[in-house]
Antibody, heavy 121, light 112 residues
Framework: EVRLLESGGGLVQPGGSLRLSCTTS????????MSWVRQAPGRGLEWVST??????YYADSVKGRFTISRDDSKSTVYLQMDILRAEDTARYYC????????????????WGLGTMVTVSS | EIVLTQSPGTVSLSPGERATLSCGAS???????LAWYQQKPGQAPRLLIY???SRASGIPDRFSGGGSGTTFTLTISSLEPEDFAVYYC?????????????FGQGTKLEIK
């Protein structure tokens, strides 16, 4: 069974940093792109970042502040979040791409339960 | 950037009725790379439809997707109590960039 488990969320002051982790199991991690999607309380879904092969992509709202990375030996993807703002408050979901292959970016077929990030003083 | 607009924002129907949800795109979605997700309160979204019309694994056949280009629909042929939820569309047809993915704002399907 494919599993994604996020961790690292919490309460942080504006301007602070957090590092989210997503540990995975049940699939060949290194051949799939992985992404982060967030959802502010009571709001819709927003794509944040994707990593596939050696490439990384970011939404404009987080570019320059967030860094996505992966450790294929640990089947884990990370999201380093710096210079956090109140508007970054959301549940952050780790999501798996539906199709394997280098440079393939498809729909998201498996989602973790998410980890909550609250940015407040 | 492709902007997705879902309609209606909220729809009230009864079990057994047919539901039709719409997702409109600001420009043509390449290869109809459009997916639909269902989200229930306190849960992560679940993939229902990909490629505009293909059902994901384990999804009941009362769910169907259609459309092409800029206009897409999700139809639930006969609503079951567990189908009342929020539904989102996602486009994944854009070239890799800062706007490679975009979601619609969601349609809430509530019990009448």
């Amino acid at each position: 069974e494919v599993r994604l488990l996020e961790s690292g969320g919490g309460l942080v002051q504006p301007g602070g940093s957090l590092r989210l982790s997503c540990t995975t199991s049940g699939f060949t991690f290194n051949v799939f792109a992985m992404s982060w999607v967030r959802q502010a309380p009571g709001r819709g879904l927003e794509w944040v970042s994707t990593i596939g092969g050696g490439d990384t992509y970011y939404a404009d709202s987080v570019k320059g502040r967030f860094t996505i990375s992966r450790d294929d030996s640990k089947s884990t993807v990370y999201l380093q979040m710096d210079i956090l703002r109140a508007e970054d408050t959301a549940r952050y979901y780790c999501v798996k791409d539906a199709v394997n292959g280098n440079g393939i970016y498809d729909s998201f077929d498996i989602w973790g339960l998410g980890t909550m990030v609250t940015v407040s003083s | 950037e492709i902007v997705l607009t879902q309609s209606p924002g909220t729809v009230s129907l009864s079990p057994g009725e047919r539901a039709t949800l719409s997702c409109g795109a600001s420009q043509t979605i390449r290869s109809n790379f459009l997916a639909w997700y269902q989200q229930k309160p306190g849960q992560a979204p679940r993939l229902l439809i990909y490629g505009a019309s293909s059902r994901a694994s384990g999804i009941p056949d009362r769910f169907s997707g259609g459309g092409s280009g800029t206009t897409f629909t999700l139809t639930i042929s006969s609503l079951e109590p567990e189908d009342f939820a929020v539904y989102y569309c996602l486009q994944y047809g854009s070239s890799p960039s800062s706007s490679m993915y975009s979601f619609g704002q969601g349609t809430k399907l509530e019990i009448k």
